[in-house]
């Protein structure tokens, strides 16, 4: 019995069977990290320009169905672009095994299916206008390379008769264990030889971006405006803690964007052109800006996604110069009936003509409350439109003002938002927040509410459904410019929904029907749940 045919076989063929495979798949991991490590270190030099795998997520981004990327912003928040960046290099490594495999099978296979992965990626990144193409071309070329020269050395080691590997394809014959341990050595050091250099490529990489990185915005120095914010006085904003600040600071204002890679836009070479159906196109540069006669003025500004309650949106004072001198001195033609904006990146956004000679704030912007604007908020120019939302009117990192018909669409009209996008009138309690547990007795309701163009008259807040009863009102000011809002609650022991509604300047009440953000804008009541005990 012991000398069955089948244990006798059980003793040969299980390392060959069952431990190839593996291995095989380990080298393609490792090959495809170096070349991809080798490819991101290339393409970053000095941080200034996007990396691969950044150019490549860009253009997904912009590739992939409006809804979709909705949804990923919408579970993912501010995560989605590194949880993207993770995915991408996820998928490469998995790819890398895939090639591994081919390659153990037969090397040529493994060889094509490494350099038909590495074209692939640079098809994708070529379309990134903020990547340069020849660097991308050398980076990705060298990758491929790097990964192929790795991946021929491991699945060598792997492959010698008698040894391991023998398992990959090939036939089954008895191992002498001292062989089989001598060529894993081999396999490990050339596996972890492999592995250093792609650790290293990494580490270079952020430590030549670490040490360039510093924002460019910190070395520009903005002319005082010669007409300054009427309403940003600090002193206007109620005591109440937990109440968003009249003025937001720039690092809590909030940040939605399509750039995986922040544009890092040089100054010294950046040029904005007025161009399109006017009569007189010009361009200006970043000194020409700053020596016109800058203005400041205090606008709210909302992403269309803000969900009610939500917290897209926030106040600062903008310095810059109104669209209107621009657009007279360029002389608009009857067709321009829309203003494009068009950032470094490639994204546009676009509005009609009319709501920059209407007499609202709609300004080429230089400025955020007090500083530069920062790198990630437009560096070193962007629009404001009081009114509109970001998505059709506040272009970041501004290349060009271009004056179009109304049949362009800007980036997210053919994402599936609407072609025109006016700010609703909104309302959120800031405290007490929701799920809050409170003693009975005083308790105090505050928030802010806003209608950029057309100002806040009221704010009301009911609890449960009694009656609404009108908030005070801090003495902003502006009707571009959420105003604060607070009232004392006696508060009685128990469950209760605190809701809040406001009415804009021309005395429309905010609207009462709950809707989702896509198209247009969320609708809806703000509410906060508490128990008092
Ligand atoms: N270049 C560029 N500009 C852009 C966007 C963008 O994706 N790219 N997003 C817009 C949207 S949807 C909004 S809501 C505002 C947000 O501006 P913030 O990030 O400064 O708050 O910027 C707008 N400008
Ligand atoms: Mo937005």
């Known amino acids: 019995m ?24 380990v080298s393609g991991v490792l090959a495809a990290a170096t070349g991809l490590a080798i490819t991101e270190l290339i393409t970053t030099p000095g941080g200034r320009t996007p990396s691969v795998v950044s150019s490549v ?32 290099v996820a998928l490469c490594l998995v790819a890398g095994a895939v090639c ?26 070529l379309g990134d206008q903020l990547a340069p193409r020849g660097r991308l071309w050398t980076a990705s070329i060298l990758g491929a390379l790097a990964s192929v020269a790795a991946l021929l050395m491991l699945l060598a080691t792997l492959d010698r008769p008698g040894e391991p590997a023998a398992m990959i394809a090939g036939p089954v014959r008895a191992q002498d264990p001292r062989i089989k341990l001598a060529s ?16 290293t490529a990494v580490g270079i990489g952020k430590a030549l971006r670490g040490s360039s990185s510093a924002d460019s915005a910190s070395q520009v120095v903005l002319p ?98 109104p669209l209107k001198g621009l657009l007279e001195r360029a002389g608009v033609q009857p067709k321009g009936v829309q203003i494009v904006g068009r950032s470094v990146d490639g994204f546009t956004a676009g ?74 009138t909104q309302s959120r309690i800031d405290v007490p927040r929701d799920g809050a547990k409170l003693p009975v007795g005083k308790v105090t309701v505050a928030g802010v509410a806003w209608a950029p163009t057309r100002g806040i008259s009221k704010v009301e807040v009911r609890i449960d459904d009694g009656d609404w009863v009108e908030a005070r009102i801090g003495d902003a000011t502006d009707k571009n410019t959420w105003v ?26 905010q ?18 749940r508490v128990t008092v005990a």
């Not at 076989?9 to 390392?15: L, Q």
């Not at 605190?498 to 300047?505: F, I, K, L, Y």
Request: net charge negative; with cysteine; hydrophobic share 45%.
């Open 184 to 199: 894993r050595r081999q396999f490990f050091a050339y596996a972890g030889g492999t592995g250093a250099v792609a650790v």
């Open 57 to 88: 997520a860009a253009r997904l981004i912009d590739n992939t169905p409006g809804w979709l990327v909705r949804f990923g912003i919408d579970r993912l928040g501010t995560n989605d672009k590194p949880v993207l960046v993770v995915s991408i």
């Open 224 to 321: 005082a405006p010669a007409r300054a914010a009427l309403s940003a006085s600090p002193t206007e904003s109620f005591d109440v803690a937990g109440l968003s600040p009249l003025v937001t600071p720039n690092a809590d204002f909030y940040r939605i964007d399509t750039a995986v890679f922040i544009p890092r836009v040089d100054v010294n070479s950046w040029k904005l052109k007025i161009s399109g159906m006017v009569d007189h196109p010009f361009e200006l540069n970043f000194n020409e800006l700053l020596a016109m006669d800058l203005v400041e003025e205090t606008v709210t500004m909302q992403c269309v996604s803000n969900a009610v309650g939500g917290d897209l949106v926030g106040n600062a004072v903008w310095r810059g110069v």
């Open 351 to 424: 509005f009609p003509t009319e709501k920059a000679l209407d007499g609202r704030v709609a300004m080429l912007v230089v400025g955020m409350n007090g500083q530069p604007l920062p790198a990630v908020h437009g560096f070193p120019a962007r629009l404001v439109v009081a009114g509109l939302y970001g998505y059709v009117s506040a272009t970041k990192w501004l290349s060009e003002i271009q004056l179009t018909d109304w049949d362009f669409d800007g980036y997210w009209v053919p994402r599936g938002w609407a072609k025109e996008g006016p700010i609703k």
């Open 2 to 25: 012991i000398d069955s045919p089948e244990l006798t076989s059980a003793v040969d063929v299980p390392p060959a069977a069952g431990v190839g495979w593996p291995w095989a798949a």
């Open 100 to 125: 591994g495999l081919l390659g153990a099978r037969r090397r040529w296979w493994g060889v094509a299916a490494t350099v038909a992965v590495s074209m692939a990626g640079l098809s994708l990144a």
């Open 511 to 528: 609207i009462e029907k709950q809707s989702s953000p896509d198209p247009d804008g969320a609708t809806g009541y703000h509410w906060r």
């Open 484 to 509: 604060q809002w607070m009232v004392d609650w006696d508060a009685t022991a128990g469950k209760h929904y605190v809701w809040v509604r406001a009415t804009d300047g021309t005395g429309a009440v």
